[in-house]
């Protein structure tokens, strides 16, 4: 699907591929160390091949994947968004979201959360849960917007999961 952002650059979301695999590798050495450290809560530096495996090649049920490429630069991804269903709570999944550094603040966490919550709750996901940093605003800020009614538990540690209750009608 098309879109502008709000600095008129054109983008296009699209699920994840296997032939995603070197892509996403090259995103994420195009990240901040602070973008790393918001998604990841630590130091990533790259993805074993076992990883990329496990994040391009989904079912698209219990574990979906956007991608967003940049149509100024082809093929380039600048942005990815993931849920994956948790096995013991099926009715819950644990939701990602990461925005290439140029990027953030356009819009695009926005039309990713929107578009994950949709296709979350068409697979019958009621819930999304993330665990993040305390201080990352943007993040928590997402899934209030997502959220019908949020849940938030502190780790002590400087980490939040939040539990984001979503709209029946994402």
Same mark, same amino acid.
């Given at each position: 699907m098309h879109h502008r952002l709000t600095d008129g650059t054109p983008v296009l979301?699209?699920?994840?591929?296997?032939?995603?695999?070197?892509? +996403?590798a090259a995103g +994420?050495?195009?990240?901040?160390?602070?973008?790393?450290?918001?998604?990841?809560?630590?130091?990533?530096?790259?993805?074993?091949?076992a990883e990329l495996r496990y994040l391009t090649e989904i079912d698209g049920h219990d574990h979906v994947a956007f991608v967003v490429e940049s +149509?100024?630069?082809p093929a380039r991804i600048v942005a990815v968004a993931r849920y994956v269903r948790l096995r013991e709570e099926p009715d819950t999944a644990e939701a990602a979201i990461v925005v290439a550094d140029v990027l953030q603040g356009q819009g695009l966490g926005s039309l990713l959360a929107d578009s994950l919550a949709r296709e979350a709750v068409g697979h019958g996901v009621r819930?999304?849960?993330?665990?993040?940093?305390?201080?990352?605003r943007a993040a928590h800020r997402l899934m209030a917007r997502l959220a019908q009614q949020l849940e938030?538990?502190?780790d002590g540690a400087g980490h939040q999961? +939040?539990?984001?209750?979503l709209p029946a009608a994402a």
């Open positions: 979301i699209r699920p994840i591929r296997p032939s995603d695999k070197a892509e +996403l +994420l050495r195009r990240l901040s160390d602070l973008s790393v450290h918001k998604r990841f809560l630590a130091p990533k530096h790259h993805f074993s091949a +149509l100024e630069a819930r999304f849960s993330a665990t993040m940093l305390s201080d990352n938030r538990r502190y999961e +939040l539990v984001a209750e």
